[in-house]
């Protein structure tokens, strides 16, 4: 086999790369909670997400820097450490690639037993919601509470061992294992987003009740974001 060069990847390559990167994470963790739940129950799509985002990091992080969601390019770029003239870019590409992933599991469940797909539809398609679109029926003020706070600490955890301080080579494990246990938390409470580009791309498919509180996901990772990037930043980030 020859040997690869180094070389800096293109604007193309790295869109690509994040596109690719979100269609992994948000097909493996709406594909197992799709096709896979009813046997594993929550600790299932917890570990698809987790292990998705490792296997993705590992595979395209190095041309991208694998962001793999809207929330996770701005808080970079409010810490430092992207640029803002690549922020648009990244999020186009990011919400294609998610779109494209629901889109291919409801082309699967268009094919598969009679009622499962119209059965995930009316149940919202595993959206993101609060009140009745809560797994557990919580409200808008837990839902915003828990998606603020874990969206800041998966930043601080993501800007951490991503710092040049940090252990060589282990950052994909860390940030899959950690969004692992953020959605074993937010799971019954919100569904887990941390992802605009997920609660998006579940959202076109969940029907008129998810397109209405989508909004809520859209924005508010994004502002936890924004705090867990400036909280890095200004505590933790080398003077």
């Given at each position: 086999m020859a040997k690869v060069t180094a070389s800096t990847p293109s604007t193309a390559q790295r869109l690509t790369a994040e596109a690719f990167g979100t269609f992994l994470l948000v097909g493996g963790v709406i594909g197992t909670a799709f096709f896979s739940s009813a046997n594993t129950g929550l600790l299932g799509p917890a570990l698809a997400v987790g292990l998705a985002v490792m296997g993705g990091a590992y595979a395209v992080g190095h041309i991208s820097g694998a962001h793999f969601n809207p929330?996770?390019?701005?808080?970079?770029a409010v810490a430092g450490r992207f640029a803002w003239k690549d922020v648009p870019g990244y999020v186009i590409a990011q919400f294609v690639g998610g779109l494209l992933a629901t889109s291919v599991l409801v082309l699967i469940g268009s094919f598969g037993p009679a009622g499962a797909l119209a059965d995930a539809q009316a149940g919202g398609f595993f959206s993101n919601g609060f009140d009745e679109g809560s797994p557990a029926g919580y409200g808008l003020v837990a839902?915003?509470?828990?998606?603020?706070?874990?969206?800041?600490?998966?930043?601080?955890?993501?800007?951490?061992?991503?710092?040049?301080?940090?252990?060589?080579g282990f950052a994909p494990l860390a940030i899959g294992l950690t969004l692992t246990v953020l959605h074993l938390v937010a799971i019954p409470v919100s569904n887990a987003s941390f992802n605009p580009a997920r609660s998006l791309a579940t959202a076109v498919y969940g029907g008129p009740d998810a397109l209405m509180q989508v909004a809520v996901f859209l924005i508010v990772p994004v502002v936890g974001a924004v705090?867990?990037?400036?909280?890095?930043r200004g505590v933790f980030a080398q003077k």
């Amino acid at each position: 086999m020859a040997k690869v060069t180094a070389s800096t990847p293109s604007t193309a390559q790295r869109l690509t790369a994040e596109a690719f990167g979100t269609f992994l994470l948000v097909g493996g963790v709406i594909g197992t909670a799709f096709f896979s739940s009813a046997n594993t129950g929550l600790l299932g799509p917890a570990l698809a997400v987790g292990l998705a985002v490792m296997g993705g990091a590992y595979a395209v992080g190095h041309i991208s820097g694998a962001h793999f969601n809207p929330a996770v390019t701005i808080g970079a770029a409010v810490a430092g450490r992207f640029a803002w003239k690549d922020v648009p870019g990244y999020v186009i590409a990011q919400f294609v690639g998610g779109l494209l992933a629901t889109s291919v599991l409801v082309l699967i469940g268009s094919f598969g037993p009679a009622g499962a797909l119209a059965d995930a539809q009316a149940g919202g398609f595993f959206s993101n919601g609060f009140d009745e679109g809560s797994p557990a029926g919580y409200g808008l003020v837990a839902v915003i509470v828990a998606e603020l706070v874990l969206t800041a600490v998966f930043l601080v955890v993501i800007l951490g061992v991503t710092d040049g301080r940090a252990p060589a080579g282990f950052a994909p494990l860390a940030i899959g294992l950690t969004l692992t246990v953020l959605h074993l938390v937010a799971i019954p409470v919100s569904n887990a987003s941390f992802n605009p580009a997920r609660s998006l791309a579940t959202a076109v498919y969940g029907g008129p009740d998810a397109l209405m509180q989508v909004a809520v996901f859209l924005i508010v990772p994004v502002v936890g974001a924004v705090l867990g990037a400036l909280l890095h930043r200004g505590v933790f980030a080398q003077k």
